[in-house]
């Protein structure tokens, strides 16, 4: 039931490559709305190709937040992300349209749809230190036992992420709960499909962007001063192409591993989405379903906008 005098938000969300992006411009196109996107990576400026950053020719006509807002040498924290989303939201409700949060980091969407207080920590060093010493597996394994949530949501090969991640619980405790404290009338809804469906299109997303230079992409990064420690730093495609380029891997190798993490990051997001109750989930191929369940959210008929 809508809380009066709240201000409505949707948000879709779910595993990577399941065809958020294109349903988000799609909602926003008939209902008006504008595009905030919860993508940690999607936020730096140069990460294109390898992160999936909707194109201008993808958005359709409608204005997106949050994309290319960051310099790749500089640390983005989910403090700075809900600042950001939150101003967003606030301008594009003043005119009077829909704010559409839409991406795959659960940990960001969830500090913003919950007005999740974020506390500062400083960083330990002499746990860093420690820590540093340890095998991103070990790592995993230790944040799994200190803050499983949190664990559901990060890139398991990444060891910055994992540390900072098991710092942070270390000195608070676990992630904030879900709560009930938004300042919006929230509406989630999640996009996902079956595992052999979702492994293909992830297989032909990656043969997609390697064809479209992803690692030339990497290259131009490092050109311009971004360093290789931290390009490991952003995961996934990045780190295995990095490692590709200093000839750690070889292209095979390269592909085989980043097929098998991707599928693995995509079940934790899986996790992470699964265990909030308020998502209603549906098939990609459902339009219909969820343009009805967003018309009833809002109490408002879908425009007939012709792109």
Known sequence: MLKENKPCLLVICGPTATGKSDLAVELAQKFNGEIISADSRQVYRGLDIGSGKITKEEMGGISHHLLDVA??????????FKTLAQKAIADIISRKKLPIICGGTGFYIHYVIDNVSVVEVSQNE???????????ADLFSLLQTLDPDRADSIDAQNSVRLIRAIEI????????????NSPHNVLQVGIDLPDEELKEKIKTRL??????GMVEEVEKLVEQGVSWERLHTFGLEYRSVASFLKKEISESEMKEKLLSEIWHYAKRQRTWFRKDKRIQWFNPREMEKMETEVKL???????????
């Open 126 to 136: 002499t746990l860093r230190s420690k820590l540093s010493k340890k095998t991103p």
């Open 297 to 307: 959210f809002l109490r408002t008929e879908p425009l007939n906008h012709t792109f």
């Open 169 to 180: 619980a270390t000195a608070l405790g676990k992630v904030p709960p879900i709560s009930n």
């Open 207 to 212: 043969e997609k962007r390697l064809a479209r």
């Open 71 to 80: 310099d790749p040498k500089d640390i983005f924290s989910v403090d700075k």
